[in-house]
């Protein structure tokens, strides 16, 4: 690898590392902020804890996708699902941030990488499809673990993502656990039960 590539790599590699302070609407169970950094290690972790289970997905694909999926955040940072309705066309703005940050690798890693969000955000494969639920999941797991603040809008997640989460059963029975979750949580919200 010559030096010049090697030191575009490392520039593409250290401009990530904005991803660990480029925060979502969640928020931990510590009281922090939750990242996007951190919301894209969990979901690998489902990925890995659940792929077993989709025996017809290819788990390096799914991983990378998993990895690739919301790393044009680290342009314009994330917005929040409730917040997109009427600000226009996400999923394009996102794509040119993506192509925007992909800039310093060499065109055919530019490419591969910018082929494999498209597949995840048309959900056009079963590891694209399988991302977007667990994706999904994972950001209703943290919204239900966090100490989110009293106005948190947990009703919100009872929809979320649901055209993904219900595409298997065990995806499903996911969704079931975590929906009586949310419910208990925005019971909580609404008469002012703070959970520990």
Avoid at 91 to 108: C, M, V, Y
Wanted: charged share 25%.
């Amino acid at each position: 690898m010559r030096r010049e590539e090697l030191s575009h790599l490392l520039a593409f590699i250290s401009a990530a590392e904005r991803l660990k302070d480029t925060e979502r609407s969640g928020w931990t169970s510590s009281g922090r902020r939750d990242t996007v950094a951190g919301h894209t290690w969990r979901l690998c972790l489902m990925a890995l804890v659940f792929h077993s289970s989709f025996p017809e997905t290819d788990l390096a694909r799914l991983l990378t996708i998993c990895i690739l999926h919301d790393l044009g955040e680290a342009v314009h940072g994330d917005i929040p699902a409730p917040q997109q309705l009427g600000r226009g066309d996400k999923s394009a703005a996102e794509r040119a941030d993506l192509i925007q940050f992909l800039t310093p690798l060499p065109e055919p890693l530019r490419a591969e990488f910018l082929a494999l969000w498209d597949e995840y955000e048309a959900a056009m494969t079963t590891e694209a499809q399988l991302a977007k639920a667990l994706d999904k999941l994972e950001t209703i797991i943290q919204h239900n673990q966090g100490a989110n603040p009293a106005t948190f809008d947990y009703d919100f997640n009872l929809g979320y993502g649901r055209k993904y989460t219900d595409m298997h059963p065990l995806l499903a029975e996911l969704r079931t656990e975590l929906d009586a979750m949310t419910s208990r949580r925005s019971q909580e919200a609404r008469t002012g039960l703070a959970r520990p």
